[in-house]
């Protein structure tokens, strides 16, 4: 039964546990943090921007003494950033309970990554793809681990042309490329549930996505800005849909949680639905493939 009034009450202690969360230094991975490490967790906060994330951990910390928090900078728009911090976190740590792929850009203006990716899809699916392949290994050899992959209601607009994920080709759409991150966030879960399916030691593969909420992720749109300041919800709220993926002991691989109200856009976190399409196991594995190329992971 899904408990449609789940908050932050429901989550269970998280003592001796380690969380990476990226993104964490604004929006929704900051309340994460917050939220996470009074649960007793350590959480590494994966940043881009370390001096913005120390400010935010001294403001969490002056709140809650004991948090146990460690900054660790990581660009997701650069494969060789994600490698060095995934590198240095294995070679430190002995377990990762929790990976959290939450950071993002959204609808940002047409710009590539130091590698050559579109910007949005960059960061938002290919950095996540070699974090998490880099990861792997960690997360196998924990028990009862789990990885977190963060969408979006606008998947729903995703599709993604494979022979131009990097928009060289055609006249650049920045929410239609915002759209199709989101939708590769969710092809890769999926995908990489069905390549663990027989893996004993494969962690837990849920997906979440915070409806419409208030973060600096809206920045780029006028209208979104404007729109958000009356129909958005709070990042307090936003962010259960992935705290609920994280630590929900009910939580199976394949999960998708978000908001209960308004068409997705609001409320306390539910069991929900993807699109159809993103559930094409072809494009999935395509898009698999090409990942496993252009970044020169290999899971």
Sequence with gaps: MSNSKWNNEDIPNQKNKTIIITGASSGLGKQATKVLVQKEAKVIMAVRNVEKAKTVANEIISEFPNAKIEIRNLDLSSLKSIKSFADEFIANNNQLDILINNAGVMMSPYSKT??????????????????????????????????????????????????????????????????????ANLYFAYELERKLKNDSNAP????????????E???????????????AQTPEMGTLP?????????????????????????????LVKSTEDSHNEKIAKELWDLSETLTGVKY
């Design 242 to 270: 992935t705290l609920r993926a994280a630590t929900d002991e009910n939580v199976k691989t394949g999960d998708y949680y978000g908001p209960a109200r308004m068409m997705e856009l609001r409320g306390n976190p539910i």
């Design 217 to 231: 992720l809206d920045r780029h749109s006028g209208l979104a800005s404007f729109l958000g300041n009356i129909i």
């Design 204 to 215: 837990i593969i849920s997906c979440s996505h915070p409806g419409w909420t208030k973060t």
């Design 114 to 183: 130091e590698d050559g990716f579109e910007l949005q899809m960059g960061t938002n699916h290919f950095g996540h793809f070699a974090l998490t392949g880099h990861l792997m290994p960690i997360l196998k050899t924990t028990n009862n681990s789990r990885l977190v992959v963060t969408s979006s209601v606008a998947h729903r607009q995703g599709d993604i042309d494979l022979k131009d994920i990097n928009w060289e080709n055609r006249k650049y759409k920045t929410g239609k490329a915002y759209g199709d991150s989101k939708l």
